[in-house]
């Protein structure tokens, strides 16, 4: 079967470092995504790990451990508007398929 | 990456009745995704839509509740049907694109069952 499982809240404060841990258990793997949606929108791409290792792209970075069935996306330099859900999302199949999402993290930045 | 916007953005819709909801990418694209997005909830996938072929459903969700149209590459309708309060949710279509086909999203369509 399909699982992936997000702690469901978590909180920090502005300035600070925040790891979310994702953890995967699905019958292909072919890439893994994060993904942050702000309460009332949609999903906007963060990042994509298909190979292990670490992904940097500003204050945002993500590692992949393939064979532990394990992500985390860390938020550095925190911001009040980092306040929202982030979705881990695994693709199965070939590029250009479907994603299974996790059930998301709700993340709140207080100052 | 590709614009696609959805209409209508919310509806209320009394029970019985349908819903269909439109999505339009501003460049042809070979697979679009619809998902639904409960109150609260992550999101799940309802439909796969190729265009010249017919959905390809997930488990737990039918052509007569959902049907599917794709008649080109940039656009795609979903319908929901006989609605109930349960199909209150977010429905979202969305793309995948890119060198890594990472799925980018329209903005949703808030639907309300009374």
């Known amino acids: 079967g399909q699982n992936i499982d997000q702690p469901t809240e978590m909180t920090a404060t502005e300035g600070a470092i925040v790891q979310i841990n994702c953890t995967y258990q699905t019958s292909g793997f072919n890439g893994l995504f994060w993904y942050q949606q702000h309460a009332g929108e949609a999903p906007t791409f963060l990042s994509y790990n298909v190979l292990d290792g670490l992904e940097e792209k500003g204050r945002f970075s993500s590692f992949l451990s393939r064979s532990k069935g394990y992500s985390y996306l860390l938020l550095k330099e925190l911001q009040m508007k980092d306040s929202a859900s982030y979705l881990c999302?695994?693709?199965?199949?070939?590029?250009?398929?479907?994603?299974?999402f996790g059930k998301g993290t709700t993340l709140s930045v207080s100052s | 990456s590709a614009v696609i916007s959805q209409k209508p953005s919310r509806d209320i819709c009394q029970r019985g009745t349908s819903l269909t909801i439109q999505c339009q990418v501003d460049s042809q694209v070979t697979m679009m995704f619809w998902y639904r997005q409960q109150p609260g909830q992550s999101l799940t996938l309802i439909a796969t839509?190729?265009?010249?072929?017919?959905?390809?459903?997930e488990s737990g969700f039918v052509i007569d509740k959902f049907p599917i149209s794709r008649p080109n590459l940039t656009f795609s309708t979903l319908t929901v049907s006989n609605l109930s309060p349960e199909d209150s949710s977010i429905y979202l279509c969305s793309v995948g694109e890119g060198p890594t086909y990472e799925q980018y999203f329209g903005p949703g369509t808030r639907l309300t069952v009374t």
């Open positions: 839509a190729n265009q010249g072929s017919e959905a390809t459903y």
């Open positions: 999302a695994v693709r199965e199949d070939q590029a250009g398929t479907a994603l299974i």
